[in-house]
């Protein structure tokens, strides 16, 4: 009867997932700049950052995440009622395959707005002007722009792939 196992897998010591030596030096470092980071930050004010983090960590979980999950689960359940329509080809992976075009677009202006807000809500108007000598009066329409480009290309794209998978198909047969 043979051993499942051959003989030297037995012998051989079990590898540990750790990556290569690059990738360690490289978290290492991080850690590293994220330790110093935070004594830093902590240094001056530690309860009013604490609270801050806390108060940022718990608003997130309790608030923005049940939002934008709503919110994912209504693109997904959109996008698979049209995918079920007359005329539609079905995507290669489904509804929430086309729910990507919404995510990613939708994604990228939440960062820029993120990123961006003091200047895109105009509450730093006053002290960016005096920082700069500039004006922040462009933020929000550019913002706009930037946003309505970037679901407009994402909506382009999905028709040029929907498109080629219709040319795909074969006629159906009568």
């Known amino acids: 009867m043979r051993s499942p196992l051959p003989v030297g897998a037995l012998l051989r010591r079990p590898r540990l997932p750790l990556g290569n030596p690059l990738h360690i030096l490289l978290l290492a470092c991080s850690f590293a700049l994220a330790a110093y980071a935070g ?23 309790l608030v923005l995440l049940p939002l934008y999950s709503l919110a994912d689960r209504a693109a997904v359940r959109g996008l698979g009622a049209a995918g079920r329509r007359v005329g539609v080809p079905p995507a290669p992976s489904g509804p929430s395959g086309r729910a990507m075009y919404v995510r990613v677009p939708a994604a990228l202006s939440a960062l820029l707005l993120l990123v961006w807000f003091p200047l895109i809500s105009g509450m730093v108007a006053g002290h960016y002007r005096t920082a700069t000598g500039l004006s922040s009066d462009g933020y929000l329409a ?3 722009l930037i946003t309505a480009v970037l679901f407009g290309g994402s909506a382009l794209l999905l028709v040029c792939r929907l498109r080629r998978a219709t040319k795909r198909r074969p006629p159906a047969a009568h």
């Open 39 to 61: 004594v830093r930050l902590l240094a001056g004010d530690w309860l009013g950052v604490t609270l801050w983090v806390v108060g940022a960590a718990l608003l997130h979980d």
């Open 142 to 144: 550019r913002w706009l």
